[in-house]
């Protein structure tokens, strides 16, 4: 065990409908992040926050909506997905001392979603 | 800008030889080097980092990677592989110059190493 959770760990959805992946992560740690993972593909960082604020977004369509209400809560909400979205998403975590150190990113076991 | 190559798709070995999962990365600054392996179905574990000092860092599970500034490499290795490290390896680096970045780690796309019996 990481110390990041991740639920649910399967899901599939409809292209309407509407979901929330939660990510809980604790290691008192302040920066969390979402990730997607395709088959074939590399790594995609899709969002940083960094004491609850969003410090990146990597050109994510709009149908993916994070929310980070806490350092220890990371959320991502889904409507309207495409097929193409059906992927791993990681959610990972990391305490982040600005240009003081590599930290090391701790992530969580994943949510394998299907779009159908 | 920051990359990382795994130029092997695949790497098989027999269990009980050594093993090497080749990692070249490119980095405008000091790089800051991680090995990630990923079992199926479960998220990436942490394996080892190299931030400075010996070249030579030692991680989980009885691997160890090399680092190569001349040849800015980062080879994982394993004297003896079992098959239990069959798996998915992901190297990684950060650039620590790259302050608009904080946490961004850039990922090679992955080496499945398949070690038979």
């Known amino acids: 065990e990481t110390g990041v959770t991740q639920t649910p760990r399967h899901l599939v959805m409809g292209m309407t409908n509407k979901k929330s992946l939660k990510c809980e992560q604790h290691l008192g740690h302040n920066a969390m992040y979402w990730y997607k993972q395709s088959a074939k593909k590399p790594l995609e960082l899709m969002f940083v926050?960094?004491?609850?604020?969003?410090?990146e977004n990597n050109s994510v369509p709009s149908r993916f909506s994070p929310e980070c209400p806490n350092s220890s809560h990371l959320f991502l909400h889904l409507h309207t997905l495409q097929p193409e979205d059906s992927a791993l998403y990681l959610c990972a975590s990391s305490q982040e001392r600005g240009r003081g150190g590599p930290d090391t990113q701790y992530f969580g076991p994943g949510t394998r979603l299907t779009v159908l | 800008a920051q990359s990382v190559a795994q130029p092997e798709d695949q790497v098989n070995v027999a269990e009980g030889n050594p093993l090497t999962v080749k990692c070249t990365y490119s980095?405008?600054?000091?790089?800051?080097l991680f090995w990630y392996v990923q079992y199926p179905n479960r998220g990436l574990q942490f394996l080892l980092k190299?931030?400075?000092?010996?070249?030579l860092v030692k991680g989980s599970y009885g691997f160890e990677a090399e680092f190569n500034k001349s040849q800015t490499s980062f080879h994982l290795k394993k004297p003896s592989a079992l098959v239990s490290d069959s798996a998915l390896y992901f190297c990684?680096?950060?650039?620590?110059?790259?302050?608009?970045?904080?946490?961004?780690?850039?990922f090679g796309r992955g080496t499945q190493l398949t070690v038979w019996p």
């Open positions: 926050y960094n004491f609850k604020e969003q410090t």
């Open positions: 190299y931030i400075t000092g010996d070249n």
């Open positions: 980095v405008s600054g000091n790089p800051y």
């Open positions: 990684a680096v950060r650039d620590i110059q790259s302050g608009s970045t904080l946490g961004r780690l850039y």
